[in-house]
């Protein structure tokens, strides 16, 4: 059984520039969720993609824009960069809420990224 | 609107030693579901307990468990026999069938084991 795996590890970006950030869920999930870790935060919820389709939205601009894919494999898309959007970007998995309810979430171990 | 608030950023504690960790949550649900998670230097968030609000029994999963109180809306975490590899940034977590799996995080406690 494969765990969440997420790349880059690391990215460097320009204010202005465009990010694609990727996510791989673990096998059997269906679902996935991306978070925003600022530095001594906690996670705050972006979206969350369940069968290929958006089920739910954090307080995020529509410049934060994802996908997900048949292998439920799912892209978090960042326009326009801002310095505030330096982050940890953490992406998990898990099995989608309408067929558990409300399920653990299993965690990669993040992006970190950097806007200059 | 649900919050999730951990009013010790830091905590430290003898290795084998106790420790306990607090949380408390706002929300208006009655079905909802609270976490612990530990956020080591590699990053990865791991889950270490899991609580359901209709369960009145407090969770345990070897030297982890929980106080959950309900009325209070208070949900700490205490780690028997500590270990150097619990030193970690430790989440607490909330979550509700109503918002599926979307989570609120407080801002986390940082623990440090002491040998």
């Known amino acids: 059984e494969t765990g969440v795996t997420q790349s880059p590890t690391h990215l460097i970006k320009t204010r202005g520039q465009q990010v694609t950030l990727r996510c791989s869920s673990q096998?059997?999930?269906?679902?996935v969720s991306w978070y925003q870790q600022a530095l001594g935060q906690g996670p705050q919820f972006i979206f969350q993609?369940?069968?290929?389709?958006?089920?739910g939205r954090g307080n995020f601009p529509p410049r934060f824009s994802g996908l997900q894919f048949p292998n439920y494999s799912s892209e978090l898309n960042v326009n326009a960069l801002e310095l505030d959007d330096s982050a940890l970007y953490l992406c998990?998995?898990?099995?989608?809420?309408?067929?558990?309810?409300?399920?653990?979430?299993?965690f990669g171990s993040g992006t970190q990224l950097s806007v200059l | 609107a649900q919050t999730v608030t951990q009013s010790q950023p830091e905590m430290s504690v003898q290795e084998a030693e106790t420790v306990t960790l607090s949380c408390t949550y706002d929300?208006?649900?009655?079905?909802?579901?609270l976490f612990w998670y530990k956020q080591p230097p590699s990053r990865q968030m791991i889950l270490v307990i899991r609580?359901?609000?209709?369960?009145?029994q407090n969770a345990t999963e070897n030297r982890f468990s929980v106080n959950f109180q309900k009325a209070a809306k208070s949900f700490s975490l205490k780690i028997s026999d500590s270990q150097l590899g619990d030193a970690a940034m430790y989440f607490c977590?909330?979550?509700?069938?109503?918002?599926?799996?979307?989570?609120?995080f407080g801002t986390g406690t940082s623990l440090t084991v002491i040998p």
């Open positions: 998990a998995s898990s099995l989608g809420p309408r067929e558990t309810g409300i399920e653990k979430l299993f």
């Open positions: 096998s059997g999930h269906n679902t």
């Open positions: 993609y369940y069968r290929e389709e958006e089920n």
């Open positions: 929300t208006s649900e009655s079905d909802y579901y």
């Open positions: 609580q359901e609000a209709y369960k009145q």
């Open positions: 977590a909330y979550g509700t069938p109503n918002t599926g799996n979307q989570f609120y």
